[in-house]
């Protein structure tokens, strides 16, 4: 009886134990995406472009860094902290290939309030300027990177709870109307809160609701105390920094390496700063003493955490949807996918990791990412190599940034955020396809300025939400037919008899945030379930059989789908019949669905389609020339594929 037992369980832990080296392996290659890409990367076609841009991504990481940290209300050394630690972190957790890492102008915004909060700038006075034995810093430097520092580390930990949680998935609620707004809103407050450096004027801090109002009173209240000098400087820096950085955008094709104008700026303005003295001459605000080395790694006050809860909340929500955005736009525009889930653990450990190194909270920039697109990044490689370059920087070239002028480093700071501003421009387009999306838009950002990024945040997604619930209860979900889908099978007569298959689904719901990534799924699963098998054509007729697509439903298309001939064309034709109304995201993805099936040779037509639909799709995936996918009525789609055959474009018999 014990020898039987002994071999049950034998046989049992063989079992568990192979169980679990597969789930280690399995789960290692999805937790560990540089276990994926790395042992297949090509350095011959890769490394190149990839060390070119680990070059220019540094020189940003380094600009940034400083200035973003002056943001943070820390000293400027501890933004190239920021801007090396995360940025490695997150080559190894992070599946952005084109995701640059780093400081972030947003968070590092929400943790300078809590830095001012808890360790004003008054208590600067009570401090001493004793060797602290960490670079040499006052211990009030120090007391402020402790708390900024604490923000990040705390902010990472509700990041990866919210991974443990699986709330990735809730992603879903974060529309594009709602990050976009918030994202400019952040950057007009980031805009406002280098005014003082742009004038040169002294000015105390004011943050809370309505500071953004307060900041602008206060300047024009003291607009006598304007500094000539730094105003004029800091109007040059910027015509320089804007000019140089279009004529790169429209050169861009032609020249192999784009100018870094950013450091060309920062070493004229610091040597010309330094031959004329102006910190003594002109009074203009320096960086000063940048100390170099990286100091022992010290874990962040745990005893202010609960101090800084509300700014950790904001760090991990606005860091995450500007940083999610980023990695979600990368991948679609390089045709590779990111798990929203495990975007929450390599952020959350970029925070948590870190901030036992001194860094501000960290998330990816704008400006960043565009810079790897525009310089030809293949992979994370690039911001592994722009690494090494910051750490050189921090060694040896640090302590020559003593004579950079605030006022040059706020100017860079404010053109660095020109792509987040100029999203105003999406109001036109919000307009045009709903109207509801554009007030989301406006409320959203008025709440941002007013409020603060988190707040906005989470009032566009409470607005969201409500639109929801009030649309879809009055939208007509029923039709007096059985909305199926039906394959019919239409003979051509050219050069033999080959079979083309037209499949008619029906939408018999809304199109909107809630199930439009669903909606997507479905439909390319079953176009791509034909195109991918072959079958013979003997068995066609028996496997003719009616699915229905529900994009609203949890389930998967049931039945099976009968599977073309190897070489017949395949066309879909989408009753819109039941589609009573849609949002930007909904038209976005019938225009990607329109891309994906062109790509596929695959044709796409719409039937039954409203007026404010037909405009909507052609407005938003620039459709006007393609006016013959939009039909009256099935039968009329039918006919037109009837008449044209093989022909890849259809005639005048189609009906907008």
């Known amino acids: 009886m014990t020898g039987v037992k002994r071999k049950k369980n034998s046989v049992v832990w063989r079992k568990i134990n192979s169980f679990h080296c597969a789930d280690i392996k399995q789960w290692c290659l999805r937790r560990l995406p540089i276990l994926e890409w790395a042992p297949c990367y090509n350095l011959k076609e890769n490394l190149i472009p990839d060390t070119v841009s680990g070059i220019m991504l540094a020189v940003q990481q380094v600009t940034q860094g400083l200035a973003f940290a002056i943001l943070s209300s820390v000293h400027p050394v501890f933004g190239l902290y920021g801007s ?28 300078a309030n809590a830095v001012e909060r808890l360790v004003p700038q008054t208590s600067q006075n009570f401090t001493t300027y004793n060797n602290s034995g960490v670079l040499g810093l006052s211990d009030f430097e120090m007391q402020r990177i402790g708390v900024a520092a604490a923000v990040s580390f705390l902010g990472g930990i509700i990041q990866v709870a919210m991974f443990v949680l699986h709330l990735g998935s809730a992603t879903f609620l974060l529309t594009e109307p709602v990050i976009s707004a918030m994202t400019t809103g952040a950057a007009t407050h980031v805009v406002t809160s280098q005014v003082k450096y742009l004038l040169g004027m002294k000015m105390p801090y004011i943050s809370g609701p309505l500071g953004f109002f307060y900041i602008y009173a206060y300047v024009f209240e003291n607009i006598k105390s304007v500094q000539l000098e730094a105003l004029l400087l800091s109007l040059l820096s910027i015509v320089v920094l804007v000019l140089v950085k279009e004529l790169n955008e429209q050169f861009k094709r032609k020249i192999k390496v784009v100018l870094p104008v950013d450091l060309v700026l920062i070493i004229a303005a610091s040597f010309a700063c330094y031959c004329v003295n102006m910190e003594y001459t002109y009074g203009l605000d320096v960086v000063g003493h940048i100390p170099d080395g990286i100091p022992s790694p010290r874990a962040p006050p745990m005893n202010i955490l609960s101090e800084v809860v509300t700014e950790a909340f904001g760090v991990a929500l606005v860091g995450y949807v500007a940083s999610l955005a980023l990695a979600q736009g990368s991948a679609k525009k390089f045709k590779y996918s990111v798990d929203d889930n495990q975007e929450f653990l390599a952020h959350g450990l970029s925070n948590v990791i870190p901030s036992f190194f001194f860094c501000i909270p960290s998330a990816a920039a704008m400006g960043r990412t565009a810079g790897l697109y ?9 911001c592994l190599i722009s690494c ?129 990534k669903k909606f997507h799924a479905d439909l390319m699963n079953a176009i791509q379930k034909d195109n991918a098998n072959n079958q013979p054509p003997d068995d066609i007729n028996k496997c003719e059989q009616n699915m229905l697509l529900n994009s609203t439903s949890n389930g998967t298309c049931n039945g099976e789908t009968s599977q073309p001939y190897p070489n017949e064309k395949c066309s879909v034709i989408l009753d819109c019949t039941g589609l009573t109304f849609f949002d930007y995201t909904g038209v976005s993805t019938l225009v990607q669905a329109y891309t994906d099936c062109k790509g596929q040779n695959v044709d796409f037509l719409l039937a039954n389609c409203t007026a404010s639909l037909k405009k909507a799709v052609q407005y938003c995936g620039h459709l006007e020339s393609d006016k013959h996918i939009f039909f009256e009525s099935v039968s009329a789609a039918v006919g037109a594929i009837h008449l044209n055959k093989n022909s890849s474009k259809f005639s005048d018999h189609s009906e907008v």
Not at 374 to 382: D, L, N, P, R, Y
Not at 445 to 471: E, H, K, M, Q
Not at 482 to 510: A, C, D, R, W, Y
């Open 84 to 111: 090396l630690f995360p940025a490695i972190i997150y080559a190894i957790f992070g599946m952005g290939r084109h995701v640059a890492t780093g400081t972030f102008a947003l968070t590092s915004l929400i943790s």
């Open 374 to 382: 525009s310089t030809g990044s293949k992979t994370q490689v690039a």
């Open 388 to 516: 090494i370059l910051v750490l050189i920087i921090i060694y040896a070239v640090g302590p020559l940034l003593y004579w950079l002028p605030m006022c040059v480093l706020a100017s860079i700071i404010v053109v660095g955020l020109k792509g987040m501003l100029i999203q105003f421009r999406d109001l036109k387009k919000y307009w045009n396809v709903d109207k509801i999306d554009w007030s989301i838009w406006v409320s959203t950002y008025i709440f941002t300025i007013c409020f603060a990024a988190n707040v906005g945040l989470l009032f566009g997604v409470v607005c969201t939400i409500a639109v929801v619930i009030v649309r879809f209860p009055r939208a007509k979900t029923l039709s007096l037919t059985n909305m199926k889908e039906l394959e019919n099978k239409v003979k051509t007569e050219v050069e033999g008899e080959n079979l083309q298959q037209v499949k008619i689904i029906s939408i018999n719901n809304p199109l909107v945030f809630l199930n439009a």
